[in-house]
C-alpha cells in the first residue's frame, strides 16, 4: 500500500492528462448531487412552511364543532346548528383534566368603516383565553380582559392586514371604527401571524369580545350559544385523551345515547395537519428518489470510463506490476482516481446544487433550507458511488496477470 | 561462488486449445553471483517463456526455481510482487518508462511499492540515475528523452531497489548501435560492482559482451559457453 498523498497525486495526474474526458464523467455526478441538493433544500424550505403553519394554530389544538341536525328527514351538515354553548366550554375547561384551557368562539363578517376607509373582514368574538390558545401576542396596546368580556365592552383587537388597510401609517390604538356602524375602539394590535395551512390571511382579523358578538352584533335566535369552542390540551401526549374526555363530558351534557345521535364534533386539528405535513415529506422524498435515479447513472458513467481506462492502461499496469505493484496497489490506485472523479464532481455539484436552491428562492418566493447535513450526505454519496462503481472496474485492472498486462499491445 | 539462480527440471506447458505447446523442456541451470550472461535464441525457442519465469512474472507447469535461496514456487501472487520489487530489476526492450512522469519519478517507484520511507526515496533514486550518468536529466520527462536515455533510467530504476539479479529483456533491440554499446557498457560497469545480469538477445554481437552464452532452441539449452575474452564495450567507439 502506498500512502494517500501519493495516490491522490497519482490519481490526479491520472484524470488531467483527460481533461475532457473526466469532465465530462464528472457531469453525470454534478447534475446528480445538484439535484439532491437543490430537491432537498426546496423540500425542507417547504416542510419548514409547514412547521410554521402548525405553530401558527397554537399547539396542541382541538375544535369542537356543533353537529349536524336532521330537519324533517334531511340532515343538515356539521355545523347548521348552534348546539354548543357558552357553559358547554366553560364544563370542557373545568371537569376535563386533559385540557389547559377551552376558548369558545364566535365567528362573522362585517364591514368595518374607519374615517374614509372601509374593509371586510372576519370578527371574532372571543374570550381573554383565546389568544393564549393561539399562542398569539399583542404588539401594541392591551390585550381583552375579563371585564371587556363581562361587560361586553365595544373595544377591540386588529390584526395587522386590517391595520394597514384601515388606518395605513396611522397608530389605531385608541381610534374609533365602526363594525356594522357600532362604534368599537381598537385596543390593541395583534401580532403577524401570516397564512392558515389553507393559505387564508390570518392578520385579516377583528378580536372583540365575546359576549359582545353574541349580543350586540350577532344577534341569535339561540342566546348563550358559541360557534365553535377551541380546546387546548396540556400536552401533546394528553391530546388523545383530552379528545376522549371531552366527547365523553359532551356526550352526557348534551344527553346523546342510543336515540339521539351525537350534535357535535371533536376534531384534533394538529393530526390534520401532520397529514399535510408527511405529504410535504412524501413529495422531497421524491423528488430526492428521481434525483438519486441521475445521480445512479452518473456512477454507470463512471463505471464505463473508468473499464475504458483499465484497457487503454493495461500496459502501465503490467509495468507497475513488474516493478512490484501488488493486487491491493493496483486495486487502490483505480479506486482512488474512481472516487477523486466523483468527490470534485460531488463539490462542483454542491455548490451548484446550493446555487439553484437561492436561485429558486430568490425568484420563486420559496424559502430553501441548505442543512449540513443534506450537504455531508451529498458528500457521502458522492463518495460512495464512486467506491461501488469503480470497485468493478478497479478489481479487473488488480486480476490482470502481470505477464499478459506486460505484453498487451 | 553463490548460486543466484538455480532452476531444476523446469517446464513449461502451453495448452491453446487443443494444441499443447511445450515451450520448456526440463531446463536445469546456475547462474553465479556477479555473473554477466546472455540467454540467446531464435523466437520460440523458449528464451522469453524462461525469462518471464526468471522474472517471476509466470509460473513454471513444474520444475523449481530458487532465486537468492529461495524457492520460488507455490508462492501467493504478493509474495511474488514483492520479490519482482525486492529481488529482480526489469529492463525491457520497449524501456516501459510511465509516460507524463519524470525520470526521477519513474525511477521511485520500485521504491514507492516497496514502502521505503519518502524521505530517503529522492536521495537513492538520484543516486541510481548518476550511475547510470542521468543526474542532470532527473526532471525531464520520459517523452522528453532519447531512447538510450530512456534506457538508462530504465536501467536505473532496475538498481534503485539494489535487487540480486538484473533481467534484461532485448534492452538494446530498439536503440541504435552506438546507443546499444553505451547501454552495454552500462551493464558492463555495473557487472564489475558485482551486478549478476541476465540478458536475452538474438545479436551475437551483443553477447559478445558478456560472460556466458546460452544457447536455447526448442525449449532446451543447446549449448552453455563461457566467453574466453568478453568484449569491452568502454573500448569500442561507433558501431558494434
Not at chain 1, 397529514?275 to 413529495?283: D, F, G, I, P, T
Request: charged letters at 20%.
Amino acid at each position: 500500500m502506498i500512502d494517500l498523498l501519493l495516490s491522490l497525486k497519482i490519481a490526479a495526474r491520472a484524470l488531467k492528462t483527460n481533461k475532457m474526458r473526466s469532465f465530462l464523467t464528472m457531469l453525470g455526478i454534478i447534475i446528480g448531487i445538484a439535484a439532491v441538493i437543490a430537491m432537498i433544500a426546496i423540500g425542507s424550505g417547504a416542510s419548514t412552511i409547514i412547521s410554521e403553519q402548525i405553530a401558527s394554530i397554537g399547539s396542541n389544538i382541538l375544535l369542537v364543532l356543533p353537529g349536524s341536525r336532521t330537519s324533517g328527514g334531511i340532515r343538515l351538515g356539521a355545523g347548521t346548528t348552534p348546539t354548543l354553548t357558552m357553559d358547554d366550554a366553560v364544563a370542557i375547561k373545568a371537569e376535563c383534566r386533559a385540557v389547559e384551557l377551552a376558548a369558545p368562539v364566535v365567528r362573522g363578517a362585517a364591514q368595518v368603516v374607519y374615517g374614509n376607509m372601509n374593509w371586510s373582514t372576519a370578527i371574532m368574538g372571543v374570550t381573554p383565553d383565546y389568544l393564549v390558545v393561539r399562542d398569539w401576542a399583542v404588539v401594541e396596546g392591551r390585550s381583552l380582559t375579563p371585564l371587556d368580556l363581562e361587560g361586553a365592552t365595544k373595544n377591540c383587537l386588529i390584526g395587522q392586514t386590517v391595520a394597514e388597510n384601515l388606518f395605513g401609517a396611522e397608530n389605531p390604538v385608541g381610534k374609533i371604527i365602526r363594525i356594522k356602524k357600532i362604534p368599537f375602539t381598537v385596543v390593541g394590535i395583534l401580532d403577524r401571524k401570516g397564512q392558515s395551512p389553507q393559505g387564508s390571511d390570518q392578520d385579516d382579523i377583528i378580536n372583540i369580545p365575546l359576549r359582545t358578538a353574541q349580543r350586540k352584533l350577532f344577534g341569535s335566535q339561540f342566546p348563550n350559544t358559541v360557534g365553535s369552542i377551541m380546546v387546548q390540551a396540556k400536552s401533546e401526549q394528553d391530546l388523545d385523551r383530552a379528545v376522549e374526555q371531552v366527547t365523553t363530558l359532551l356526550n352526557q351534557r348534551h344527553r346523546v345515547g342510543p336515540s339521539r345521535e351525537a350534535d357535535f364534533t371533536v376534531r384534533n386539528l394538529s393530526e390534520l395537519l401532520e397529514v399535510a405535513e408527511q405529504s410535504s415529506k412524501a413529495m422531497s422524498l421524491l423528488l430526492g428518489a428521481v434525483a438519486s435515479i441521475s445521480l445512479i447513472v452518473g456512477g454507470i458513467g463512471i463505471m464505463n470510463i473508468m473499464l475504458v481506462s483499465v484497457t487503454e492502461r493495461t500496459r502501465e499496469i503490467g509495468i507497475r506490476m513488474a516493478i512490484g505493484a501488488k493486487e491491493r496497489d493496483i486495486l487502490l490506485q483505480f479506486l482512488t482516481e474512481a472516487v477523486l472523479l466523483t468527490l470534485v464532481g460531488g463539490v462542483i455539484g454542491m455548490a451548484l446544487g446550493v446555487a439553484g436552491a437561492k436561485l429558486v428562492s430568490t425568484f420563486f418566493n420559496w424559502p430553501t433550507l441548505i442543512s449540513l447535513q443534506a450537504i455531508a450526505m451529498a458528500f457521502g454519496f458522492s463518495g460512495a458511488v464512486g467506491i461501488f462503481f469503480g470497485f468493478y472496474p478497479a478489481r479487473k485492472a488488480a486480476s490482470l496477470k502481470p505477464i499478459d498486462a506486460l505484453r498487451y499491445e | 561462488m553463490d548460486k543466484v539462480v538455480r532452476v531444476s527440471n523446469l517446464s513449461k506447458v502451453y495448452n491453446m486449445g487443443d494444441q499443447r505447446v511445450e515451450a520448456l523442456k526440463d531446463v536445469s541451470l546456475t547462474i553465479e553471483s556477479g555473473d554477466f550472461a546472455a540467454i540467446m535464441g531464435a523466437s520460440g525457442s523458449g528464451k522469453s517463456t524462461f525469462m518471464n519465469i526468471l522474472g517471476c512474472l509466470d509460473t513454471p507447469t513444474s520444475g523449481d526455481y530458487w532465486l537468492g535461496g529461495e524457492h520460488v514456487g507455490g508462492l501467493t501472487k504478493d509474495s511474488l510482487a514483492e520479490i519482482r520489487n525486492k529481488k529482480i530489476g526489469f529492463v525491457f526492450q520497449g524501456f516501459n518508462l510511465l509516460a507524463r512522469t519524470s525520470a526521477v519519478e519513474n525511477v521511485q517507484l520500485p521504491l514507492i511499492y516497496g514502502k521505503v520511507p519518502a524521505g530517503i526515496r529522492r536521495e537513492r533514486a538520484m543516486a541510481a540515475l548518476a550511475l547510470v550518468g542521468l543526474a542532470d536529466r532527473a526532471g525531464h520527462y520520459s517523452n522528453q528523452l532519447s531512447g538510450g536515455q530512456q534506457q538508462r533510467v530504465a536501467i536505473a530504476r532496475a538498481l534503485v531497489n539494489e535487487p540480486a539479479i538484473i533481467l534484461a529483456d532485448e534492452p538494446t533491440g530498439n536503440l541504435d548501435s552506438v546507443t546499444s554499446i553505451e547501454i552495454l557498457a552500462i551493464f558492463q560497469k555495473l557487472n564489475r560492482q558485482g551486478i549478476t545480469i541476465i540478458m536475452v538477445t538474438h545479436e551475437p554481437d551483443v553477447a559478445a559482451f558478456t560472460k556466458r552464452n546460452l544457447l536455447f532452441r526448442d525449449g532446451r539449452i543447446l549449448a552453455d559457453t563461457q566467453v574466453a575474452q568478453p568484449a569491452d564495450a568502454g573500448q569500442v567507439k561507433g558501431g558494434g
